[in-house]
């Protein structure tokens, strides 16, 4: 592999100063940062945006685009798999694909007559192609292999990367919508995605630090996938991650039904959802800082453990903004600790040659959570009628999630981490 001003050995301790791993690896950040901006992430921010004008002109009905959202259970499988081939291949090679292929997407929305095949293959693609190569498992590969005593920071400025790209875009998006129409809107975030993401793949170095090449010999080519379930890390990780994310759907979707039905005002709960989204983003940075200056194993017992103090607090059935605000950001400063942490944890704890396969497990991990909790939580509502099973289940959940993380004291970390 040719010398490269930037490059760095993942393997020895850095001599960089903390800034100074900013002022070398910002080419990295850069590109890790804008790659966020542009891909499947921007979704969650400006999708909704665009839904009441497109049901309402194609005339389809809520219980179909609620149908659609199952194709994300398709990424149990996939997530794996482009983790391992981010680590063969390379960053640029992978997010390359996601990149030419989220503008067209966004093309292929704007095209759309009312065939809701169409949407469906549309929102494949998207959710699976271009969130795959898209996501932290990616482009959180390139802060890996550079950024050390600031990996913390890094990551939790590329993490903000989409829901800050969403804060600016959104008010002037809503309005040339409304102007010029959903088609015109879906060209508009087309030919940005396109700008971003080619800038980010331009900025990615060609000799990137890529891992072990598929059909490989080597000491680690025969890792992925079954000797990295038989190790200690990998067993606890995944655990406290599938354990703390079997709440995520009620928080992501059903947070102000709750505080309705326990019977809080609609401004007032409207008032803790924004609350909510604040914690998250300061949850994101605190974090990213926290990481950076104590123990990893402590930082995540703490940031993913706290929630059980937040659903206990709603269990209780609290209606006044008092007794909730302290459960809401309990709650919305452990969402946007993971934006951090996961990346974190498998960089400290696995060699850094099969970095994105072990992150794609454990992401797999994590949609296999969301999606059995989303299911567990509709049973729970149909049997009880009462999201207060749920709450308890969910607290006692994300404790023992807890516990797991922090059993990760007793395990050696990886070399260089």
């Not at 009312?114 to 795959?132: E, K, R």
């Not at 269990?315 to 302290?326: D, E, K, M, N, Y």
């Not at 996961?342 to 949609?367: E, H, N, P, Q, W």
């Amino acid at each position: 592999m040719a010398a490269n001003p930037e490059s760095i050995d993942s393997s020895s301790p850095s001599s960089l100063s903390y800034l100074g791993e900013f002022s070398k690896y910002r080419r990295y950040l850069a590109a890790a940062t804008l790659g966020a901006a542009a891909g499947y992430s921007l979704v969650n921010y400006v999708g909704n945006i665009f839904m009441p004008h497109v049901l309402e002109d194609l005339g389809w009905t809520r219980s179909q685009l609620a149908l659609v959202q199952s194709i994300n259970f398709v990424n149990i499988l996939v997530l794996p798999i482009i983790g391992r081939l981010t680590d063969a291949y390379g960053v640029k090679r992978v997010a390359l694909v996601g990149v030419a292929l989220a503008p067209l997407v966004w093309l292929g929305f704007a095209a759309m007559t009312g065939a809701l095949w169409v949407f469906f293959l549309l929102t494949f693609m998207q959710l699976i192609v271009v969130g795959g190569t898209t996501n932290p498992m990616v482009y959180g590969r390139l802060l890996a292999t550079t950024f050390r005593r600031a990996r913390g920071v890094a990551l939790a400025i590329a993490a903000s990367a989409a829901p800050v790209a969403g804060a600016v875009c959104v008010p002037f998006l809503s309005n040339y919508i409304d102007d010029n129409g959903w088609r015109a809107g879906y060209v508009v975030v087309a030919i940005a995605t396109a700008i971003v993401g080619f800038t980010a793949i331009a900025l990615i170095p060609r000799n990137e630090v890529r891992g072990v090449q598929l059909g490989s010999t080597g000491p680690s080519a025969g890792k992925p996938y079954r000797m990295i379930a038989k190790l200690p890390a990998f067993r606890l990780i995944l655990a406290g991650v599938i354990l703390c994310n079997l709440p995520f759907n009620l928080l992501t979707a059903h947070l102000k039904i709750l505080m309705l039905d326990n019977g809080m005002a609609s401004g007032t709960a409207s008032l803790a959802i924004s609350l909510f989204a604040a914690s998250v983003m300061v949850g994101r940075l605190l974090t990213g800082i926290a990481l950076d200056r104590f123990p990893t194993w402590l930082v995540t017992a703490v940031a993913m453990g706290i929630p059980g103090v937040g659903l206990a607090l709603l269990a209780t059935g609290a209606s006044t903004l008092a007794a909730i605000a302290p459960a809401v950001v309990l709650l919305g400063f452990s969402l946007g600790a993971e934006g951090d942490i996961f990346a974190y944890l498998v960089r400290k704890y696995f060699d850094i040659r099969i970095f994105s396969t072990v992150l794609g497990l454990v992401l797999s991990g994590m949609a296999l959570a969301i999606t059995s909790g989303s299911l567990l939580l509709s049973l729970v509502l149909k049997v009880a009628e009462s999201y207060t099973p749920f709450l308890v289940f969910g607290a006692f959940c994300a404790i023992a999630g807890a516990v797991m993380f922090g059993l990760l004291k007793r395990v050696p970390q990886a070399e260089g981490a």
